[in-house]
């Protein structure tokens, strides 16, 4: 298994260590190359899509990275041309998504508003409780998933405060059906990715 660990700093795959199935890639905004072997690591900034291919990872790790970004998608106020999320934590799920296998599974660990640790750092900009994914669901599907530009899919598989101290998220990446469903899901006018992935489970319902 391949898998991204996202913002991994000095401990890339360390929030996994008993998954010795699953090969590594870790990826900052800060320089760690020569913490790892080569291929192992990607210096990156999350305002540029993720440079990896569609569909590319088993799972994908970030922890106590999400709430370092920004809420505006720096090129939503610089850029007139640009037509991607004006929030950049819409833009880098997307992008997640993007390079998930679909029915795999994204783990993100954020701090919990209610712990002191979330309010520590001026580097936070987002506030995370247990009911916060939640919105990002398949089954919440209406028109602010369209205003947001949020074309990724997503069900909630786990959305639980741990330890009085952390949100501890999995959201499962789940394929479009059809590039009808995508039209219905975003509108006519938004562009028409051709998804046809098949054997995806959704409530149940083996499509």
């Given at each position: ?130 009911n916060f994914w939640n ?73």
């Amino acid at each position: 298994m391949l898998g991204l660990d996202i913002g991994c700093g000095d401990k890339k795959g360390a929030h996994m260590a008993k998954r010795q199935d699953i090969q590594w890639i870790g990826l900052d905004a800060a320089d760690f190359s020569h913490l790892y072997p080569p291929g192992e690591f990607v210096r990156h900034n999350l305002i540029h899509p993720l440079p990896f291919p569609d569909r590319f990872f088993d799972i994908i790790v970030t922890h106590h990275a999400l709430e370092h970004l920004p809420h505006t998608h720096p090129r939503a106020l610089l850029d007139p041309s640009w037509t991607g999320p004006g929030d950049l934590l819409v833009f880098v799920l997307n992008e997640i998504w993007r390079v998930l296998k679909p029915g795999s599974e994204a783990h993100i660990v954020v701090p919990w508003k209610e712990h002191t640790n979330a309010w520590r750092s001026p580097t936070h900009y987002r506030f995370f409780d247990e009911n916060f994914w939640n919105v990002f669901s398949y089954k919440a599907v209406g028109a602010e998933h369209f205003a947001w530009k949020l074309w990724s899919k997503w069900k909630i598989i786990q959305n639980k405060v741990v330890d009085q101290c952390h949100v501890y998220a999995i959201l499962k990446a789940l394929q479009w059906v059809s590039p009808e469903e995508y039209r219905q899901y975003l509108g006519a006018e938004m562009p028409l990715l051709d998804y046809k992935y098949a054997g995806i489970e959704i409530e149940g319902i083996t499509y």
